[in-house]
T-cell receptor, first 114, second 112 residues
Framework: DAKTTQPPSMDCAEGRAANLPCNHS???????VYWYRQIHSQGPQYIIH???NNETNEMASLIITEDRKSSTLILPHATLRDTAVYYC???????????????FGKGTLLTVNP | DSGVTQTPKHLITATGQRVTLRCSPR?????VYWYQQSLDQGLQFLIQ???????AKGNILERFSAQQFPDLHSELNLSSLELGDSALYFC???????????FGPGTRLTVL
């Protein structure tokens, strides 16, 4: 699995958009970008994933650069409940292989301030 | 609520003991994964199952074992417990291998 690089921490004002960057310069053509978050000691929560097109769901938007070497997770209107560690993970999806583990790095601690 | 359930929520035991952690996947999910989260190691993959069969192992100690039963629930057995085994243990499930994984609330194990 490709390695990802994320800033260790970020701050955001409540109600503003939170833009969390992730670098994955060694990503392979069949690897997807996944985002998860973990609110203190709770189970990680799936947010969104994508291959090369931008994706949006009810939680967030995922913007992937054309060369796929970096991506940005956007929380459009951050709330205090969005304070969490956000993990960017790259991984193959359904390749016929056997190991589909998620490799978690240190992630970005997003603190949403009132 | 992810739909994945784990029991117990908390477990306190002594060194040398054996414990069993239980996980029920989301309805319809065939794949189960176990992860360990400790303060110094972060979230680490332990093992994965698909429809009752072990499919991949990660950094799982020989003292640890797991299985997935015909009703698709899974159990993680930890034996000869050491202080360093104190951690959060998460179970995740997905419809099939490679799909998005949904995590349970975890079991906090404390070994005294």
């Amino acid at each position: 699995d490709a390695k990802t690089t994320q800033p260790p921490s970020m701050d955001c004002a409540e109600g503003r958009a939170a833009n969390l960057p992730c670098n994955h310069s060694t990503i392979s053509g069949n690897e997807y970008v996944y985002w998860y978050r973990q609110i203190h000691s709770q189970g990680p929560q799936y947010i969104i994933h994508g291959l090369k097109n931008n994706e949006t769901n009810e939680m967030a938007s995922l913007i992937i650069t054309e060369d796929r070497k970096s991506s940005t997770l956007i929380l459009p209107h951050a709330t205090l409940r969005d304070t969490a560690v956000y993990y960017c993970i790259v991984r193959v999806k359904n390749s016929g292989g056997s190991n589909y583990k998620l490799t978690f790095g240190k992630g970005t601690l997003l603190t949403v301030n009132p | 609520d992810s739909g994945v359930t784990q029991t117990p929520k908390h477990l306190i035991t002594a060194t040398g003991q054996r414990v069993t952690l239980r996980c029920s996947p989301r309805s319809g999910d065939l794949s189960v994964y176990w992860y360990q989260q400790s303060l110094d190691q972060g979230l680490q993959f332990l093992i994965q199952y698909y429809n009752g069969e072990e499919r991949a192992k990660g950094n799982i100690l020989e003292r640890f074992s797991a299985q997935q039963f015909p009703d698709l629930h899974s159990e993680l057995n930890l034996s000869s417990l050491e202080l360093g085994d104190s951690a959060l243990y998460f179970c995740a499930s997905s419809v099939a291998l490679g799909d998005e994984q949904f995590f349970g609330p975890g079991t906090r194990l404390t070994v005294l």
